[in-house]
């Protein structure tokens, strides 16, 4: 079975119609969550059947799509809209429960505290079946002011991870400070996240905690070689910061590093073969969210970007239980509720 681990709620156009209504009444017109009709979704579902076919993928982890998440917009509005879309989401999964899972959009709120997503993750879990969540390192949008994911803010919900025993899906949402696009702004945010998460030794705190980091894990892999010198030369540095000096971390950055998990959702068969090499096999799960930014046509190859199981196939230094973690059974360590 091909599993990919990262993807996105494809739900027909009246949800974001009745997200606009919302969003021009901050969130006053809560009771306008549209109830599209199961026909209706069914029937928009059908293009992402045909593209998950195309390209042999058996099953998705679906979570709300980041960039339409609006969490720099204020409580009352990211409450109502991550239930509405959170509902959307479990709505595509019971249409189609061989094809798809749930994965929990999170309500989080810069300035607040985590521990305000609690309600709709348990609901999300425990009421609609999901089996893991998404969490955003800067909710405020490249606006500022939010914890890297090594502070002891974000520790609750690390905590109440490992009581559900469910992973996360690490993955930056919108931008709004005119510096970078959204896609610059997940590079940036996972790569942060990543190794604040190194610098506090969070995974050697929480040892049963499971991190997917999307799109490869941001730049970290590609540029370990910088990490791994800082790490030896400058054993000390950032020691001022929180994360420096809650650091309980021993080992080699490797070691580190390779307590994480990494989706392939790279869109480059280069940069694929790069991070098995540095993270290894045991770390890597098929991810490529289709359909989505990296469904265009490659006109070097003639397939999408995002159709990166023919390059995996492909890449000879791997052996067949290589391609099976990649593709199935890191997937089946991480996640319950996957079909046979």
């Given at each position: 079975?091909?599993?990919?681990v990262h993807?996105h709620?494809?739900?027909?156009?009246?949800?974001n119609s009745?997200?606009m209504?919302?969003?021009?009444?901050?969130?006053s017109?809560s009771?306008?969550?549209?109830?599209?009709?199961?026909?209706?979704?069914?029937?928009?579902?059908q293009?992402?059947f045909?593209?998950l076919d195309?390209v042999g993928?058996d099953?998705?982890?679906v979570?709300?799509?980041?960039f339409?998440m609006?969490h720099?917009?204020?409580?009352?509005?990211?409450?109502?809209w991550?239930?509405?879309t959170?509902?959307?989401v479990?709505?595509?999964v019971?249409?189609?429960?061989d094809?798809?899972i749930?994965?929990?959009?999170?309500?989080?709120?810069?300035g607040?505290?985590i521990?305000?997503?609690?309600p709709?993750?348990?609901?999300?879990?425990?009421e609609?079946?999901?089996?893991?969540v998404?969490?955003n390192?800067?909710?405020?949008?490249?606006?500022?002011?939010?914890?890297?994911?090594?502070?002891?803010?974000?520790?609750p919900?690390?905590e109440?991870?490992?009581e559900?025993?469910?992973?996360?899906?690490?993955?930056a949402?919108?931008c709004?400070?005119?510096?970078e696009?959204?896609?610059?702004?997940?590079?940036?945010?996972?790569?942060?996240?990543l190794?604040?998460m190194?610098?506090?030794?969070?995974?050697q705190?929480?040892?049963k905690?499971?991190?997917?980091?999307a799109?490869?894990?941001g730049?970290v892999p590609y540029q370990?070689?910088?990490?791994?010198?800082?790490?030896?030369?400058?054993?000390?540095?950032g020691?001022?910061?929180v994360?420096g000096r809650?650091?309980?971390?021993e080992?080699t950055?490797?070691?580190a590093?390779?307590?994480?998990h990494?989706d392939t959702?790279l869109?480059s068969?280069l940069s694929?073969e790069?991070?098995?090499?540095?993270?290894?096999?045991d770390?890597?799960?098929f991810?490529?969210?289709r359909?989505?930014?990296?469904?265009?046509?490659n006109?070097a190859?003639g397939?999408?970007f995002?159709?990166?199981?023919?390059?995996?196939?492909?890449?000879?230094f791997?052996?067949?239980?290589?391609?099976?973690?990649?593709?199935?059974?890191?997937?089946?360590?991480?996640?319950?509720g996957?079909?046979?």
């Open positions: 079975m091909i599993i990919d993807s709620l494809w739900a027909p156009p009246e949800l009745n997200g209504n919302l969003l021009g009444s901050d969130g017109y009771g306008m969550e549209p109830r599209i009709p199961d026909e209706r979704f069914v029937e928009h579902l293009v992402l045909k593209a195309l993928t099953f998705q982890m979570s709300p799509r980041p339409t609006l720099s917009r204020g409580a009352r509005l990211v409450d109502v991550t239930r509405w959170n509902n959307a479990a709505q595509q019971r249409l189609a429960p094809r798809f749930g994965m929990a959009g999170l309500p989080q709120v810069p607040e505290p521990e305000r997503v609690f709709e993750m348990d609901r999300c879990i425990r609609l079946g999901f089996n893991s998404l969490i390192p800067d909710p405020s949008e490249g606006l500022g002011g939010v914890p890297a994911m090594g502070d002891p803010y974000w520790y919900l690390y109440r991870m490992c559900y025993d469910v992973p996360a899906l690490i993955h949402a919108s709004c400070n005119g510096r696009t959204y896609a610059n702004h997940f590079i940036t945010e996972h790569s942060i996240a190794l604040s190194i610098k506090a030794g969070v995974m705190r929480y040892p905690l499971k991190i997917v980091v799109h490869g894990g730049s370990v070689g910088r990490w791994r010198a800082e790490r030896g030369s400058f054993p000390d540095l020691k001022g910061s994360e809650m650091n309980q971390q080992g950055f490797d070691d590093l390779r307590c994480f990494f959702c869109h068969p694929v790069l991070l098995i090499k540095v993270v290894g096999t770390a890597v799960c991810g490529t969210e359909l989505g930014s990296g469904s265009q046509i006109d190859t397939r999408s995002d159709d990166m199981k023919p390059d995996i196939e492909a890449m000879d791997l052996s067949k239980d290589d391609r099976y973690k990649i593709f199935e059974g890191n997937a089946r360590r991480l996640f319950t996957l079909p046979d």
